[in-house]
């Protein structure tokens, strides 16, 4: 059955909700306060990069199942409103900034009382620190007939429309979960109307209290996190030792209570997600008095800092020195399918460099407004090629596919020297270097130092017997 829905907040989350929404049949209408992504949005055009997103966008609006506005008042006839506000990192520390989502709720209070006490459900989306619900809810009690709902989003960046129109489970925060059955709540069975298609194409539906839900999507982030960084750590290993870090990880990734998934050494996580989700995970912890149970969170985000700066140290010994080095940074988006430059360890890296003394061009086949944005219209280069010409160093730093299918000859013929420093460690070894390439790699130690830890061994014995 069709349901009139609102999505608040039409950035990368709602935007892509409120499309997907469109295509399962709802007829949906999209807010942001910022009149220059509407207008863009309602013209058909994606404001971001995001794999099939502009054609379910274009779809929706020509079926008129979808239209943008930056008024609240045309939301009021909606049945079902969901908040895809962002919740950044707080200027003054780690905690989850809220007045996006605060100011959201209050707006559409506003114009709810035009619905006359008819049931009007408001599901948020954003992830937010336990707790965030149940205030929320506090701000809506005023209104006759409002209810408020959890539903977590688990979007990948470049597989957002496929995990929002074929998730692999769709989570409902209640006020209460007390065990009775949950197609008995109305707001369980209005919610479950908005997503019939893929209840019926067999999503599981799970059903749990406010704070549960909001936990799901923060655990979920912080494990991946600690996922990431754990493989990192033991790359030093690895860098140390003279072992290969994809050996280690192959062989571990075959254990099914480990998995190989999110087992690729490199210089880390970024984006708007993961780095601020474990921030304030922490700092929610702190303020529920569990502070000490999260605590290698910290850990977890200090090793992800460090792989960026082993970058620039890799670099520094493979030239001797970056003070006027030319070097050609891969990549600028935190991942690969995607624009989305925010807390990009390529830029972080290449802007590090660029501190050092380096010569820096950086390029990216999608990434180049936030690029320019953040290391100057001057340093960027839009063709690979180009960006490659009379580099003494390149440094690849965002998976893209075009980069890691470059033919190492046909490379080597571009730059001024042939030296590769793999930041992803996603090129093979012996291929680049058959084609005359220096090359090294995040977690591929170079030369075993069992010599150097033996001798350390020695010395030590002598001391004792001494």
Known sequence: MTQKISVIGVGYLGAVHAAAMAE??????????????????????????????????????????????????????????????????????TGA????????????????????????????KSTVPAGTARALAARLEHVPGAQLMWNPEFLREGFAVRDTLTPDRLVYGIPSADGSAPEQDPRVRALDAVYAPLLEAGTPRLVMGYEAAELVKVSANAFLA?????????????EA???????????????????????RAGVGFGGGCLPKDIRAFLASAEQHGVGEALGFLREVDTINERRRARVVELASEMLGGLGGRRITVLGAAFKPDSDD???????????????????????????RAG????????????????????????????????????????????????????GRTVLDPAAWREAG??????????????????????????????
């Open 341 to 367: 430059v925010r807390d990009s360890p390529a830029l972080d890296v290449a802007r590090r460099l660029l501190d050092a003394g380096a010569d820096v061009t950086v390029t990216d086949p999608a990434a």
């Open 24 to 93: 399962l049949g709802h007829d949906v209408i999209g807010l942001d306060v910022d009149a220059e992504r509407v207008a863009a949005l309602q013209s058909g055009r994606a404001p971001f990069h995001e794999p099939g997103f502009e054609e379910l966008l274009r779809r929706g609006l020509a079926a008129g199942r979808l239209r943008f506005t930056t008024d609240y008042a045309e939301l009021a006839g909606a049945d079902v409103h969901f908040l895809g506000l962002g919740t950044p990192q707080r200027a003054d520390g």
């Open 226 to 238: 600690t996922k990431i960084s754990f493989i990192n750590a033991v790359a030093e290993m690895c």
């Open 437 to 466: 390439w220096e090359l090294r790699s995040l977690g591929r130690g170079e030369a075993p130092q069992a010599a150097a830890a033996a001798e350390r061994l020695d010395t030590s014995d002598q001391v004792a017997a001494a």
């Open 241 to 263: 030792t003279g072992a290969d870090v994809t050996d280690v990880a192959v062989a571990i990734g075959m254990d099914d209570r480990i998995g190989s998934r999110f087992l």
């Open 371 to 422: 690029a320019q944005r953040l290391v100057g219209e001057d340093r960027f280069v839009q063709d690979t090629d180009e960006a490659l010409h009379g580099a003494e160093l390149v440094v690849l730093l965002t998976e893209w596919p075009e980069y890691r299918e470059l033919d190492p000859a046909r490379t080597a013929g571009l730059v001024a020297a042939p030296r590769m420093l793999d």
């Open 97 to 124: 900034d809220l007045s996006y989502l605060e100011s959201a709720v209050d707006a559409l209070a506003a114009v709810l009382p035009a619905r006359a006490g008819a049931p009007t459900l408001v599901v948020g």
